[in-house]
T-cell receptor, first 114, second 114 residues
Framework: GESVGLHLPTLSVQEGDNSIINCAYS??????FIWYKQESGKGPQFIID?????DKRQGQRVTVLLNKTVKHLSLQIAATQPGDSAVYFC?????????????FGKGTKLSVKP | DGGITQSPKYLFRKEGQNVTLSCEQN?????MYWYRQDPGQGLRLIYY???????QKGDIAEGYSVSREKKESFPLTVTSAQKNPTAFYLC?????????????FGPGTRLTVL
């Protein structure tokens, strides 16, 4: 069936270290992926996206890796800062589905220790 | 949050009342969406609209209704038929019509049933 899920509900890292947040997906949600950051009480904020014809995409301090063989993607945050503390969601889209069929994982809460 | 606004930020409802949540966008996006978020959960799609005067049910449409009379507005009504309406409601929009599928979110409305 359709599913996108995160591996760990919480992640704690030291300020300055790199963070890696993982996500697995099923065949149905395999065309396009988005990572969102959600701070407490706010709406999700777009971070970075990647299409299935790519293996890697880099943004400012963030990198998303897509491994289609094992149906896994990860978000890497370099030099994690206190402001990175939030819940991170991966979401997947199947172009063969409906326009609204963006499937969200449950989120990983990232805590940054000073 | 970009050009998407939601109001009010907090809303309290007595049992048996209908309430309407506002969502407005000035991004000239064709597609708009309503999600519900419960604590520790991912986002679940309530309704979406790809074009004015048209909308489709999402995964949890029961007890909710929407309208799309204008491109920039997509109000959500939580009816008395929704048995467990207390949640964080998020509105999103995307370019739609074959463009990028990235959805951009508003700041959310927290609804509490008294």
């Amino acid at each position: 069936g359709e599913s996108v899920g995160l591996h760990l509900p919480t992640l704690s890292v030291q300020e300055g270290d790199n963070s890696i947040i993982n996500c697995a997906y099923s065949n149905s949600a395999s065309d396009y992926f988005i990572w969102y950051k959600q701070e407490s009480g706010k709406g999700p904020q777009f971070i970075i996206d990647i299409r299935s014809n790519m293996d890697k995409r880099q943004g400012q301090r963030v990198t998303v890796l897509l491994n289609k063989t094992v149906k896994h993607l990860s978000l890497q945050i370099a030099a994690t800062q206190p402001g990175d503390s939030a819940v991170y969601f991966c979401a997947g889209l199947n172009y063969g589905g409906s326009q609204g069929n963006l499937i969200f994982g449950k989120g990983t809460k990232l805590s940054v220790k000073p | 949050d970009g050009g998407i606004t939601q109001s009010p930020k907090y809303l309290f409802r007595k049992e048996g009342q209908n309430v309407t949540l506002s969502c407005e966008q000035n991004l000239n996006h064709d597609a708009m969406y309503w999600y519900r978020q419960d604590p520790g959960q991912g986002l679940r799609l309530i309704y979406y609209s790809q074009i004015v005067n048209d909308f489709q049910k999402g995964d949890i449409a029961e007890g909710y209704s929407v309208s799309r009379e204008k491109k920039e507005s997509f109000p959500l009504t939580v009816t008395s038929a929704q048995k467990n309406p207390t949640a964080f409601y998020l509105c999103a929009s995307s370019i739609g019509r074959g463009g990028t599928d990235t959805q951009y979110f508003g700041p959310g409305t927290r609804l509490t049933v008294l």
